[in-house]
């Protein structure tokens, strides 16, 4: 919601409605991104609690940067390291790909469930569908039952929505470059043309700094900081 006296996108300190910030799930990224010297934008704003920088437009034109993904990650609001999975390297992105089932224990914590959870869980589904393990089998003997399998495989893997009818179990995103739903890999012509400093680093180099593990990421900020 924007402020109706200066146009900004939360309240700002010289306005008589000034408040909390009204994005709070940017503020993190924000906060971080403005407290880089080289990043500094005129448009951003600090409020007198010193808990809330926003974009006097969110319409911003697309900007983009070179960053490491492991320094990104460190301002990333997606990025979740109270993890189990992938070396303690989450993503809460609800477009992450990549993905584990994990449980959930009685204090919220995360556990591994036991190996063979997905079969257990597509097992309860069909069983929600068709009732007793007879049905199932001759729903599986017909071609609509067959397609309903498939797909159920599919969303046991995929589809984080269905967990929400589990409350111990949930699809646990895994943070990668090659995955990151928020920025891209980059190669020595995606550095040449947003950093040149990097580009000079690898230019010389045998492989592609998309080949080699460099873990560099073209970052749009504004995705990062509006999810849009």
């Not at 402020?3 to 910030?21: A, P, R, T, V």
């Not at 919220?108 to 309860?124: H, N, T």
Request: contains cysteine; hydrophobic residues 30%.
């Amino acid at each position: 919601m924007k402020c109706e006296d200066c146009d900004f996108w939360s309240k700002c300190e010289d306005c008589l409605d000034y408040g909390e910030c009204s994005e709070p799930e940017i503020v993190k990224a924000e906060i971080a991104l403005a407290a880089r010297s080289d990043r500094q934008n005129p448009d951003l704003i600090r409020h007198k609690n010193d808990n809330c920088i926003s974009f006097k437009e969110k319409d911003a034109p697309d900007e983009y940067y070179v960053e490491l993904l492991e320094n990104l990650c460190d301002y990333c609001g997606y990025f979740n390291g109270d993890v189990i999975v992938n070396n303690n390297y989450g993503c809460d992105h609800p477009d992450c790909e990549e993905t584990d089932i994990v449980k959930i224990d009685k204090d919220g914590e995360q556990e591994y469930p036991d190996e063979y959870i997905e079969g257990k869980i597509l097992r309860a589904l069909l069983r929600a569908k068709y009732g007793s393990i007879r049905q199932i089998r001759e729903a599986l003997k017909t071609e609509s039952g067959l397609v309903f399998y498939r797909e159920l495989r599919i969303q046991v893997l995929c589809d984080k929505n269905l967990y929400k009818r589990f409350a111990h179990y949930k699809l646990q995103g895994k943070c990668y470059s090659f995955s990151c739903p928020i920025a891209s890999v980059c190669n020595l012509e995606t550095l040449k043309e947003y950093d040149q400093s990097w580009y000079e680093e690898y230019e010389n180099e045998e492989y592609d700094p998309s080949e080699s593990g460099a873990d560099l990421m073209l970052v749009n900020k504004k995705i990062l900081t509006t999810g849009e």
